[in-house]
């Protein structure tokens, strides 16, 4: 049975893009095109690959809402290139702090403009889905980048201990708590198991991969293929959450379209 594409099918979809950490595939992706006569950075491919989730993000969002597109765009406009947010490099100083900022400002305007394209009425208790937004958002990425890592440098930098906050789990878990919260206030239980079937998947999906030995092309390391598949169906499966919490506002709307009567 073929699965038929829809705006909110394909904004979802890519918006895993978005949420799965690119920094492993981004860097390695860069050694084999090295390898092969294409001289690129990690930056720029790590900025490819989130460009085209973008993309087709906006894609979605104006076929759905054109105005949620206006506002992605600004959103994606305060995204800054990718930078080190590793233990190494923080705490931030200078430009380092107001990039982490940024990437605050952009999960904002990303909420704001998924607020606008997927509306609720009073019934469906909006305080909730802005809860549930707002963790989703803080789960972008890890502790290494997008907004994952920003909320982690910028807490290091302002004297967290970077055992906690930059330990892989600490930040993207709460986020996700706070998801599951928000969702069932919003929605009740059903879409709760998606949510934390994609986030487990996300984290311990990716490390297992590590029992396997190293698959070496030349100087790189294959693995991270199979690696950067886990981090996309973990947040496939936290985007699919999110389709359940919305079956039945859609299931209506489709509803009422097919019974409107024909305008002649």
Request: proline share 5%; glycine share 10%.
């Amino acid at each position: 049975m073929s699965v038929k594409s829809t705006p909110i099918r394909t904004t979802l979809a890519s918006t895993t893009i978005l949420m799965a950490c690119a920094c492993g595939a981004g860097s390695s992706s860069a050694k084999l095109l090295s390898m092969g006569g294409v001289s690129v950075t990690s930056k720029a491919t790590h900025s490819f690959i989130l460009s085209v989730g973008a993309l087709f993000v906006l894609r979605g969002l104006w076929r759905i809402q054109r105005r949620a597109a206006f506002v992605a765009a600004l959103a994606f406009a305060a995204l800054t290139p990718p930078t080190m947010m590793s233990a190494a490099h923080e705490p931030w100083h200078g430009l380092q702090i107001v990039g982490g900022l940024l990437y605050l400002i952009f999960a904002a305007l990303l909420v704001y403009g998924f607020w606008i394209a997927f509306p609720t009425s009073t019934m469906d208790r909006p305080a909730a889905k802005a809860i549930a937004l707002a963790g989703t958002a803080a789960s972008m990425g890890c502790a290494c980048c997008m907004v994952t890592g920003a909320i982690a440098g910028l807490a290091v930098t302002a004297g967290g201990s970077p055992g906690l906050f930059l330990s892989y789990g600490f930040i993207y878990f709460s986020a996700i708590a706070v998801a599951a919260v928000g969702l069932a206030m919003f929605r009740g239980f059903r879409p709760i198991p998606w949510l934390i079937t994609g986030a487990l998947f996300t984290h311990y999906g990716s490390h297992a991969i590590g029992i396997f030995d190293d698959w070496m092309g030349g100087d790189v390391n294959l693995r991270f293929i199979p690696v950067y598949m886990m981090y996309l169906i973990g947040a496939a499966l936290v985007m699919k959450a999110w389709a359940v919490a919305y079956e039945p506002i859609t299931d209506a709307e489709q509803l009422a379209a097919s019974t409107a009567e024909p305008a002649f």
